[in-house]
T-cell receptor, first 112, second 111 residues
Framework: DAGVIQSPRHEVTEMGQEVTLRCKPISGHDYLFWYRQTMMRGLELLIYFNNNVPIDDSGMPEDRFSAKMPNASFSTLKIQPSEPRDSAVYFC??????????FGPGTRLTVL | TQLLEQSPQFLSIQEGENLTVYCNSSSVFSSLQWYRQEPGEGPVLLVT?????EVKKLKRLTFQFGDARKDSSLHITAAQPGDTGLYLCAGAREYGNKLVFGAGTILRVKS
């Protein structure tokens, strides 16, 4: 079975540009989570969805960040405009009912 | 402020040694999970503990959940180079709810 799929794996962009990260959760999972990982702050939850509905977005840094889940098999995390401090590895994870989460391989974002 | 404090932050040991990683909090969790992450990959779930005092074993790894469900430990016996990685504990306040992650313990096992 395919695990959580994220794209792109690496993204390098310039400050001010829009960045869109994509995630396909494991089929049948009803929770989807977006995390950001940095050396300084560790793994931080940004937002999570249940049955495609955003439940808690208190971890989203600011209005420059937005996330959508138009259907059960796809979610996006968008940063507009991007800033150098947004450089990090962004993970998507999914789970079914309970809280045992399965993580994707991550997207390494570098904003110059 | 970290809700979950992990210690030590970094551990470098020789192959064959034993080690323990601790995860502590002043908060009660309904469950606690341990993940292992290798460079360039996402965290992979090792175990979930849900009952106070629970002990789970996974080959050379032993996980314990504190009686009060506020702390946990991971003990590795006879560590091997393949155990090298970042170990993360994560607690859930409610079933099906979001996880709070500790800062992680970087383990390096030298051959």
């Amino acid at each position: 079975d395919a695990g959580v799929i994220q794209s792109p794996r690496h993204e390098v962009t310039e400050m001010g540009q829009e960045v869109t990260l994509r995630c396909k959760p494991i089929s049948g999972h009803d929770y989807l989570f977006w995390y950001r990982q940095t050396m300084m702050r560790g793994l931080e939850l940004l937002i999570y969805f249940n049955n495609n509905v955003p439940i808690d977005d208190s971890g989203m840094p600011e209005d420059r960040f937005s996330a959508k889940m138009p259907n059960a098999s796809f979610s996006t995390l968008k940063i507009q405009p991007s800033e150098p401090r947004d450089s990090a590895v962004y993970f998507c994870a999914s789970s079914f009912v309970g809280n045992e989460q399965f993580f994707g391989p991550g997207t390494r974002l570098t904003v110059l | 402020t970290q809700l979950l404090e992990q210690s030590p932050q970094f551990l470098s040991i020789q192959e064959g040694e034993n080690l323990t990683v601790y995860c502590n909090s002043s908060s009660v969790f309904s469950s606690l999970q341990w993940y292992r992450q290798e460079p360039g990959e996402g965290p992979v779930l090792l175990v979930t503990v849900v009952t106070g005092g629970e002990v789970k074993k996974l080959k050379r790894l032993t996980f314990q959940f504190g009686d009060a469900r506020k702390d946990s430990s991971l003990h590795i016996t006879a560590a091997q180079p393949g155990d090298t990685g970042l170990y993360l504990c994560a607690g859930a306040r409610e079933y099906g709810n979001k996880l709070v992650f500790g800062a992680g313990t970087i383990l390096r096992v030298k051959s």
